[in-house]
């Protein structure tokens, strides 16, 4: 199957200037060749030239549309195999009479989602982490998650997991040939240097594990719930973070019924905005249930903004909440800072740090900028303006990641407890195959084809 030639529109459907048919495989330019009409054969082209000429229909010799086609010979491909790609007018029309000309041929396929990042994996060109990283490349939402999942992409990760493996090697070649050689006068395998490789390795897992959590959330966004009674100018904030009306601003308490979902970026990072109805006890059935939601949604959030207004004393139901936030990642939004003052601030310092609280008035647009400033800091502690972009973002690997880290724990444990070497061995081995996982190298195809089916078209 692997041997097939397949095609796909590479460009996102819709119209646009110009789309793109990828042809991949051992016919690609052999068939193109069959519908293209140029003053050079691609077949006696030199690879990686670009030629000008016309579509054609094979059967009619109907010209189809103006091309420009793109001539890559494997090895040096993105799928490592023979890459055509042709240039069409973008729309609808031009690239479907196109693509139909292509498989009229009856040579090429259709390409399943992600088939050509799964050939540059199975053709060795890239690494299951790097094609992982390929998805979060289409999928990222912010230029630092965009940045990250390119170095991802080009193997800086890999490139350590690789690392780690070595260590492992290392360890396992030793205990090998204390077991395949006990006769030989090898240098006897010490528990010190069990306990030091594993040690090592541990320390370069755990320093991989501690950039998860900035990995995940430049992956899907800070989760931050906008909490306040009604009236206080949540929907106001949402409005002027993400700079348009996606929510429904009124004077009337509690019309912002339901969860909205906006996803803004702040200094890089990506928040994905829940405004929630206004937490309060109401006999309104309809916002009980908006508040129903905004509870279950405070629990599963990042970050908290908790709105407050400035011309408004502290009222109960705020300090019970509140208190219920010490220990979370809270920021206190005073805002109508252009009214008068009825807040009496330091019962408000009493609860929570002073450092979390912001003044603000959404009408003045004032205070955004410390907001801003405040939400980097908390999640990153200026780590952010860093070039460091490695970081481990994907469940898949964490998992992993925490399955080696847990098997060169037992080796330790069994080491130090005097187990014999070759139980030991099985922890070291279960070590090298987590972490070779990650990489492709031990996974099963189901999982490949898992990983895989989750592309876009024509990736
Ligand atoms: P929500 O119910 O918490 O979502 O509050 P809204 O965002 O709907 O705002 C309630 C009212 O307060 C609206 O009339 C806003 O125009 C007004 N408002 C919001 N921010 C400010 C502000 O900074 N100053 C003043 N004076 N009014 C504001």
Redesign the pocket.
């Known amino acids: 199957m692997e041997h097939d030639t397949i095609a796909a529109i590479s460009t996102a459907v819709g119209e646009g200037g110009i789309a793109i048919i990828r042809i991949s495989g051992p016919d690609a330019i052999s068939s193109t060749d069959r519908i293209f009409k140029s003053s050079k054969r691609l077949s006696e082209a030199d690879s990686h030239t670009i030629h000008y000429g016309h579509i054609i229909n094979p059967e009619s010799g109907e010209s189809l549309d103006e091309v420009l086609v793109t001539l890559m010979r494997g090895p040096k491909s993105f799928t490592a195999e023979d890459v055509v790609e042709i240039n069409t007018h973008g729309g609808v029309i031009a690239v479907k009479k196109v693509m139909d000309a292509v498989l009229q041929l009856n040579a090429v396929r259709v390409a399943e989602p992600g088939e050509f990042t799964k050939r540059a994996f199975i053709n060795g060109r890239i690494d299951l982490m790097q094609a992982e990283a390929v998805i979060d490349l289409i999928r990222s939402k912010s230029d630092r998650a965009f940045s990250v999942a390119k170095k991802q992409a080009e193997g800086v990760l890999s490139r350590k997991i690789k690392a780690l493996r070595q260590t492992v090697i290392e360890l396992l070649a030793h205990i090998e040939v204390n077991i395949d050689y006990p006769e030989h006068d090898v240098e006897e395998l010490t528990a010190a240097f069990i306990e030091e490789q594993c040690t090592k390795a541990i320390a370069e897992i755990n320093k991989l594990l501690k950039t998860a959590s900035e990995g995940k959330i430049l992956r899907e966004g800070i989760m931050t719930a906008i909490v306040?009674?009604?009236?206080?100018?949540?929907?106001?904030?949402?409005?002027v973070l993400a700079q348009e009306n996606k929510?429904?601003?009124?004077?009337i308490?509690?019309?912002?019924r339901d969860v909205i979902e906006q996803i803004v970026t702040i200094n890089g990072i990506p928040l994905r905005l829940l405004?929630t109805a206004?937490i309060r006890e109401t006999s309104d059935i309809v916002e009980q249930i908006g508040v129903e939601r905004s509870r279950d949604v405070l629990q599963e959030a990042d970050l908290i903004l908790y709105?407050l207004n400035y011309?408004e004393q502290l009222q109960p139901e705020d300090k019970l909440l509140l208190e219920g936030m010490k220990g979370r990642s809270v920021i206190v939004i005073v805002?109508?800072?252009?009214?008068e003052q009825k807040l009496d601030l330091t019962e408000v310092e009493a609860i929570l740090d002073r450092s979390v609280i912001v003044q603000?008035?959404?009408?003045?647009e004032?205070g955004l900028e410390e907001l801003e400033n405040k939400i980097s800091e908390l999640f990153f502690e200026g780590q952010l303006e860093s070039d460091d972009l490695t970081y481990i973002s994907n469940v898949r690997h964490i998992a992993l990641l925490k399955k080696a880290r847990q098997s060169l724990q037992d080796a330790i444990e069994a080491s130090q407890a005097g187990v014999p070497i070759d139980i030991i061995q099985i922890d070291g081995r279960m070590a090298w195959e987590a972490l070779g996982e990650i990489l492709g190298d031990e996974a099963g195809d189901s999982l490949i084809d898992q990983i895989f089916s989750q592309f876009c078209l024509g990736k």
């Not at 306040?228 to 409005?239: F, Y």
């Not at 805002?335 to 009214?339: A, E, F, R, V, Y």
């Open positions: 306040g009674r009604p009236n206080v100018g949540k929907s106001s904030l949402l409005n929510a429904i601003v009124t004077d308490p509690g019309t912002t405004d206004g709105v011309n805002n109508k800072t252009d009214l603000m008035s959404m009408l003045e004032k």
